[in-house]
DNA sequence: GGTTATCGATACCGTCAGTATCGTATTAAG
DNA sequence: CTTAATACGATACTGACGGTATCGATAACC
């Protein structure tokens, strides 16, 4: 599978035999999944559905990808990861408090619930999990630790920190909240939530 | 489910007609279900798994819970939830250390795998999720805050401390690590967690 | 003894992920 | 134009599993 999501780079104008596949299937298959998953989750649709809201016959959809997992996987990453950018501001600590907002949106947004259903999967799927972490969270949290440093450099935040565990107590409790529910994800949370993370890592 | 869950309250002596339940029954259903979930994980044991280890029928099961769900969270209820205390001790800032790396331990232990099996089947069963959150996740919140209180009092945190918020940001990356698997969950982690934690929540 | 509810066992049902197959369509090669 | 190879939609099928129904036997109370 892990070859598999995010579509293959094109077989370089290799020109096989026999019918070629349809051009933008891939995509009206992609999209069909998501709006499905994250607005049902993953448990309350089928894979027949997928293939019936994409007009399409379900072995094409096995064709492309190896299990339904696999599928949600790459609609997440080919339609949702590009839109999900890094505001830049001159400000690190800015950029850092603007991603936090998104997130808290993204989570409260019908994405929330397709970023649970995935988690859950993963919980007994470890290509899933593997997957998730290596091509969703890590570079979202390598983005992460890339601003942390900058607002370092900028002497907004003290010299020696920790960025791994500093990056889990950004996002430890917005997961901790999206996948038990404990709480509402808003901008005020957020909010308190940086400042109580500042307040801990102030400059000397 | 969620008035089932936990043995019934039994109905005071009432002599029911019929062929009384076995004595022990319940526990051993319990005590196969638990072994299993926490060794393989919920998905990867079945029913009828669970009754032939008990050594009972699949009805006998399902006379006593209605469903999967409801007898694994029973099962975490019954048989975990009680051996789960906290520990005393006359600074409170003691307690809380103490309580996290039991926390860390039962993570790492077969027990992470039986937490994170219920967190995933919460995601698409609402009366799971609702008996997860109520029944074993606020108590022991509620036991942190406690703890966090006492802290306060004692003169070792400030005052004006968000507890919802603080207990978010100490149990929350814990419950990150444990579902997403980006970091191992052990003393050390623990340690610089609670250090930080406390760096952002001196006294005045 | 009659009533009632339990027991283990087993057959059964419905759902769903994933596979196999069929007739058709579409491409490149010859 | 024919042939080979692959994709297509549709549909039937398989296997696994959660949950239900049923059966003959058992154990309590009246």
Sequence with gaps: MSQKIVKKIETAGKTRPGRPRGEDTDRVILEAALRLVSTRGFRNVTVDQIAAEAGVGKMTLYRRWPNKAALVMDALLVLVGPRTQFPEAERALDSLESQLFLQARFFSSDYG?????????????????????????EPRREGVIQTLRKAVAQGELRTKIDFQLATDMLYGPLYYRLLLGTGTIDRAFVRRLLAQFLEGHRPA
């Design 113 to 137: 619930r397709l970023i649970r259903s995935l988690i859950a999967e993963a919980q007994s799927d470890m290509e899933l999990a593997v997957a998730f972490r290596e091509r969703w969270i």
